[in-house]
């Protein structure tokens, strides 16, 4: 059977870790946190008392680390446990780190011959405890074949997102959308208090529209994805009620600067001719202005 | 029975009035487009030469109208509709405007005697023409339930915000979120194009988190809405992420303002303290900065 | 001697009309304080009780009111001070208004055959005291030769723009570099603060570089004015240092929102292929973004 | 005579340290562009193979590099030229760093009982090629009297700015409003062409106000950086103009978004007490979101 080394036992680690102890994995655990170690170990996992060490005894090496500095630290150089590593081994990186971290990772791993995949996870440590997390995954086939059991131990959702790099990459596009909706949120509560609204009504107007449950996926693969910009609602007419908005706001003194940033993009869309464009034309507007392919399904 | 007046007849106007007759409604209708016109006396409408004697001739008169400044000059002062208007009777505007014009409007009618409902429309124009809109009406109990019928036999769904100039101000915060959700939803797809990746399975990970299902509906509630700012996940671990996303973008010259926005704001609540508290309470921060009460929903 | 009508005596107008007074004109003036109606009459100006009759007894009529909407109210329409009008007057409005303000005050003084000057104030109320204020002017040159006496007696530097809607339109311009550059001054100082460093010496460095003295007058007539956009200091390097910026005040929770939409600018004008280019190429980017033509001296 | 190490031959570093050798002074270089190595050779330098093997022969080592990383390659650990460098030397890193890589090298060097200096450089390549560059400079005193008759062959401007990492912090606040400025100008001149104006005469007001000649260093000194908030001109005003301006892009389908976000921070200032202060007072309401304390200078 496999032995799995586990390098971070933190706020997500420690559930991780401990998910794959009960379902029967072989683990070899280290961190800094002799507790967390200790915990482990309750579950017969072992420990080795450095990175290192741990690289030495595990067919796959899997770290959860807080931050692109420490996983470097950790796992490169000539005294990361990359070097340490079994010919042979598969190293899954499941942090988030930027982008450069993660192919720096798969450089190294493929210089020494080792396996490497990147696996950030989404949700919350709440469902990392109860093994219903959902891993965004990047690598080659095979070696994510490998560490596939782990992840099937850790969670339900499981999304091969293409080569080594990808599934840090997609963690930060996903990112990107769940923490800017709260400030968006933010905004959109902060004005309809602003404008004397009752909060418990103003949600059941926005839980019943487009404001909130996902026109990016139910309106968006029929129009802009795949290439449809007649407009069931036009961007000069989303622009009008920007306006208005941003008016209301500033009349109200309630400041909302990703409303007043949205209006001036959508104010940028609009000079370069998408203004009679349906409203999911922003896409291409915007992958115009990035010098980016505009986003188009393939066709089936 | 009654006569509905309805003046502006539109791309959401005459689908409107058109369910209107179809479903039975006497209306005399008004637009300056006669083919318009032509087609709703098609649908055995009448038709009055200008607005004020529409509203000679009917107990409730309806407006859809493009903006601000037209639907003033329909309804108000000493030459529009509203002095014109029968006794006891109901003027509904369900044009998208400014709070002030939709203020204005509810002043004029309480100074003659009249009553007022403000009403604008979600969803689009293909709703319309099903009969499927969702309104957001604001006016005193008696003057919404006058318009009850009209509303029921042009939309499903019929939201009652509050006194005159809820509907208008309501719409405006959904509409905020539903506009600028586009603009975000454009960032991240231009970041997945700038970064490398497959935009099928970019979409597949986004349609499985809250990136695109509706924190404000399925987490707020538990959590900075009933004043649990207990972190599933911190504002610090939030701005990090925001770090990394906007690093990366910058690095992949793919343009996020948006992004970069939301990360200030994050920024700005960390210098306030907030930096330990779950991301939903942003909501908290923002309303802070604006000097208006933290949301909270009231305890049944 | 012509007589002159001062409609708006506040903050600004009375100091403005009180110059007219020493320095020999007769005025006839009209406010809604009445306080300073007097103050007026005490330096030998005459008074009417409405705008209207103002209008009737004077050959130029100078407006000087605090927003669009009162401007519209004194001037236009049936009731307004324009249809009072002698024919041949001149009417200078001096307020600051939007542009489709000033176009329709200028379209009726057309429709009415009399004359129209648009002239704005630059500088502050103190200035205006001592008749040391500047002025944005617009209007045909027969016009403004008609008020040019009076803004001598009132300012000390006249610029004549263009035609109706110039004075306007430059007002916009110059208060938009003159307000916003008190947030990015307030971004700089909450920054050095931030980073701990003394104020008064973060000022001599400021007071010494392109930071406060003006590169748009000094550098940029030799740069991207005249087409030359070889680097001085190249955009991506100003980029690089936009991201050191950033990181840096993230990492001091100082935020900085105008920094962060700046830098993303510049992201944009990278993405577009002018990393290359000398950093006041922005203009050309930008220009271009907005679709209009990039900003060129005439070669003299 | 000392001995000087120069390591870093670019656009910057071979013009300075040119001018070195020109006045006399005794250089070890060191660069991976042997051209630019040969260059100096001809100027009477001598150069090493490597930077350990410049540090080992020079009483100052000067580093003029591109970014951080290479910085840190090549001044820290165990194969850094730190480590070579002689008791009693002193390094002097011009570089623009992030405040973290200065304080790194600050560290390092304490621990290795070796002098430091930060001096980062102002204005451009050509003020470098004539001698004329400006120095922000952190260090303790007895460092920078060591560096001095470097900085003065070098530059004109010396500005010591307080302890080590000072210069660096000073210069990433110099260099975010010369930076940003050129998107503020770039979107006043995308503005002046979307509004159709003359652009010389647009620039002939902009040259006569505080558009351009630095309110920070005329206005300021005399208002909020000594506590005197009493309007000038006040923050309500400055809004409402933003709001004109805003407005009239938006019609205009010009993009401003420093503009817009300017104008929302001017909003959060009403909102919290700050409408009826001077415009200058921004500085105040921002620093209070920072949670750092209000800039003021002491009195004398």
Redesign the interface.
């Known amino acids: 059977m496999m032995e799995v080394g586990f390098i971070g036992l933190g706020v997500m680690g420690r559930p991780m870790a401990s998910n794959l102890c009960r379902k029967g994995f072989r683990l070899v655990v280290n961190d800094i946190n002799q507790a967390a170690v200790q915990e482990l170990e309750g579950l017969q996992a072992s420990s080795a008392p450095t990175p290192g060490e741990v690289a030495q005894r595990c067919d796959v090496l899997v770290t959860m680390l807080p931050?692109s500095t420490i996983v470097r630290q950790v796992l490169l150089g000539p005294d990361g446990a990359m070097a340490q590593a079994r010919k042979g081994a598969v190293v899954m990186d499941m942090s988030?780190?930027?982008?450069?971290t993660t192919d720096a990772l798969a450089a190294e791993a493929r210089a020494r011959g080792i396996g490497f995949v990147d696996a950030p996870v989404?949700?919350?440590?709440?469902h990392a405890a109860r093994g219903e997390s959902?891993f965004?995954v990047g690598g080659e086939e095979a070696d994510v074949a490998r560490v596939r059991p782990l992840l099937e131990a850790m969670g339900t959702?499981i999304?091969?997102?293409?080569p080594a790099g990808?599934g840090t990459?997609?963690k930060?596009?996903?990112?990107?959308?769940?923490?800017?909706?709260?400030?968006?949120?933010?905004?959109?509560?902060?004005?309809?208090?602003?404008?004397?609204?009752?909060?418990?009504?103003?949600?059941?107007?926005?839980?019943?529209?487009?404001?909130?449950?996902?026109?990016?996926?139910i309106n968006?693969?029929d129009k802009v994805?795949k290439g449809d910009l007649t407009p069931?609602?036009a961007i000069d007419l989303?622009?009008?009620?920007?306006?208005?908005?941003?008016?209301?706001?500033?009349?109200a003194?309630?400041?909302?600067?990703?409303?007043?940033?949205?209006?001036?993009?959508?104010?940028?869309a609009?000079?370069?001719g998408y203004g009679d464009k349906d409203?999911?034309a922003?896409?291409d507007?915007?992958?115009e202005?990035?010098?980016?392919?505009?986003?188009?399904?393939?066709s089936k």
Chains 1, 2, 3, 4 share one sequence.
């Open positions: 931050n988030t780190v930027s982008p450069e989404g949700r919350l440590a709440a959902l965004m959702t999304f091969h997102c293409g990808s990459r997609t930060l596009v996903n990112n990107f959308l769940a923490v800017s909706l709260c400030q968006l949120n933010a905004e959109a509560l902060a004005l309809s208090q602003g404008l004397g609204l009752q909060l418990e009504r103003t949600l059941d107007v926005l839980y019943g529209t487009t404001a909130t449950n996902g026109q990016l996926k968006w693969p994805l069931g609602f989303a622009h009008k009620d920007l306006s208005l908005i941003v008016e209301a706001a500033n009349a003194r309630v400041p909302m600067p990703l409303a007043a940033a949205a209006r001036e993009a959508f104010s940028s609009r000079a370069r409203f999911s922003m896409a507007a915007h992958c202005t990035a010098g980016v392919a505009k986003p188009r399904l393939s």
